[in-house]
């Protein structure tokens, strides 16, 4: 109990180790005594990220225009041949600011 009234927070787990949870809160103010409470801790599985990885590999898999064909094939392990790119060439040094030759 903190002020009177029963105390809650919510947060993100940074880290569990040995039993222990490690929390980051956001709470308007911290408990009276955090050493001798007992805490129970809620869980809440937010699916945002799988959803969004889901997704993205579906669109990998059906979506022949979402990686080139080489990058497919070497994502997946598969042996293909190198492919060198070529950068794009540099402006000439008589090119001015605005695209046009000097």
Do not use: C
């Not at 993100?12 to 805490?39: F, S």
């Not at 059906?62 to 080139?68: E, I, K, L, P």
């Amino acid at each position: 109990r903190a002020y009177g009234r029963p105390w809650e927070a919510t947060g993100h787990v940074l880290r569990i180790t040995d039993g222990e949870i490690a929390l980051e809160l956001k709470a308007p103010h911290a408990p009276v005594d955090v050493h001798d409470a007992v805490y129970v801790v809620d869980f809440v599985w937010k699916g945002t990220s799988y959803d969004r990885m889901q997704a993205a590999l579906k669109t990998f898999a059906v979506d022949d225009a979402s990686v080139s064909g080489y990058l497919y094939h070497r994502l997946l392990g598969h042996d293909v041949e190198p492919q060198l790119i070529k950068p794009p060439a540099a402006p000439s040094a008589t090119t001015t600011a605005n695209g046009t030759s000097a």
